[in-house]
């Protein structure tokens, strides 16, 4: 997996495991990110796990991604939950480096393969996951409650 050229010249984020403190932090983000965003509690649910992770540039969070992995067959499969940057920090390679590390992670823990979905109107987005080897696999109509779909992606790591 490469960084896209045009965020390698970015200072790289400290990129570390979400704790409690962070919660705001990232709750802010994500209304600031999307239409529909998660309710605080849903981040709750995954503080200290070792595939919530957050960005930092000197000591602001300011940036995220949620992931996990679910028995699939026999075979971990991870899912990316949720992914976002704050929208004054976006492309300065947060989400890459954010997306590289939850990877990684899930790779060490044994994952082979891993999902996601995302609105099939968000560009920016999709160009991320198709950098780092996701390839679209379905169309899930009417996804979003407001009646967009969302494409399942998936990479084999």
């Given amino acids: 997996m490469t960084?896209?050229?045009?965020?390698?010249?970015?200072?790289?984020?400290?990129?570390?495991?979400?704790?409690?403190?962070?919660?705001?932090?990232?709750?802010?983000?994500?209304?600031?990110?999307?239409?529909?965003?998660?309710?605080?509690?849903?981040?709750?649910?995954?503080?200290?796990k070792p595939t919530f992770l957050v960005a930092e540039f000197g000591a602001g969070v300011v940036g995220y991604i949620v992931a996990d992995s679910v028995p699939n067959h026999g075979r971990p499969l991870g899912h990316v939950k949720d992914l976002?940057?704050?929208?004054?920090?976006?492309g300065q390679g947060v989400g890459s480096t954010l997306l590289q590390r939850a990877l990684g992670v899930m790779r060490t823990a044994g994952v082979a393969e891993v999902k996601l979905e995302v609105r099939e109107g968000n560009e920016r987005a999709r160009r991320l996951y198709e950098s780092f080897g996701f390839r679209h696999q379905r169309t899930v109509p009417r996804y979003y409650d407001d009646g967009e779909n969302a494409l399942v992606m998936v990479v084999d790591l």
């Fill in 84 to 90: 976002a940057v704050h929208p004054d920090q976006r």
């Fill in 3 to 48: 960084t896209p050229a045009s965020e390698s010249d970015a200072p790289a984020p400290t990129v570390r495991e979400a704790v409690k403190a962070d919660l705001l932090a990232v709750y802010r983000i994500e209304k600031a990110s999307f239409p529909q965003p998660w309710p605080f509690a849903a981040f709750q649910r995954y503080v200290e």
